[in-house]
């Protein structure tokens, strides 16, 4: 049962464009939402994050939105940099547990 | 402030054989995480501590694995024996209660494990 699901494995983007990078989630008892970024041989980092009572967050060039009644959120990079080609996991903390679910990622290459 | 430390990196062994895991979280993180990170899927929580207490390891495969976290800081993640599908990275990660600042995770370099 995948609670959190990134259904894009991955996504080219021209330098300078903005990306976007969608996970849907259906655990209801999910509090907080966080988007991390994870370079080749080195662990995820976070990115970003958002909690169930807010819509938006906004933080340099980085943009998650939650929708709620839809059980979307979206991360947006604008302006995309090379830098940021990177897989990008969504996560959802449980409120209950304090258990972190992860979705499978999306490979983001940004073109220059 | 140092962040959280895993060794070894790279793990080569035989299927049947045994390996261990060591990670070092950020001081002061009471809680810490294992994950298997298989190729081309997310993070999957093995377990979780709460200082030394385990507070979740219902997707640790408990005939081989065993993990222990002992005075409530550095932890081991042991298979006992391995198989092939074990092969993955491993990953530490640790948090302040409740989550960071943000409710994040901060996660170590990782271990990758291959089983042949």
């Known amino acids: 049962d995948q609670q959190v699901k990134q259904n894009s494995p991955s996504l080219s983007v021209q330098e300078g464009r903005i990306s976007i990078l969608n996970c849907d989630y259906t655990?209801?008892?999910?509090?907080?939402f966080l988007w991390y970024k994870k370079y080749p041989a080195e662990g995820p980092t976070f990115l970003i994050s958002i909690s169930s009572i807010k819509d938006k967050n906004e933080d340099g060039r980085f943009t998650v939105f939650l929708n709620k009644s839809a059980k979307h959120l979206s991360l947006h990079i604008v302006p995309s940099q090379p830098g940021d080609s990177a897989v990008y996991f969504c996560?959802?903390?449980?409120?209950?547990?304090?258990?972190?679910?992860f979705g499978t990622g999306t490979r983001l290459k940004v073109l220059a | 402030e140092a962040g959280v430390a895993q060794s070894p990196r790279y793990k080569i062994i035989e299927k049947r054989q045994s390996v261990a895991f060591w990670c070092n979280p950020i001081s002061g993180h009471a809680t810490l995480y294992w994950y298997q990170q298989i190729l081309g899927q997310g993070p999957k929580l093995l377990i979780q501590f709460q200082n030394n207490g385990v507070v979740d390891d219902s997707q640790l495969p408990k005939d081989r694995f065993s993990a222990e976290r002992l005075k409530g800081v550095d932890s081991t993640l042991k298979i006992q024996p391995a198989k092939l599908e074990d092969s993955a990275v491993y990953l530490c990660a640790s948090s302040p209660w409740g989550g960071g600042a943000g409710n994040e995770q901060f996660f170590g370099p990782g271990t990758r494990l291959t089983v042949l």
């Open positions: 655990n209801s008892m999910f509090d907080y």
């Open positions: 996560a959802a903390k449980d409120s209950g547990t304090y258990k972190y679910i």
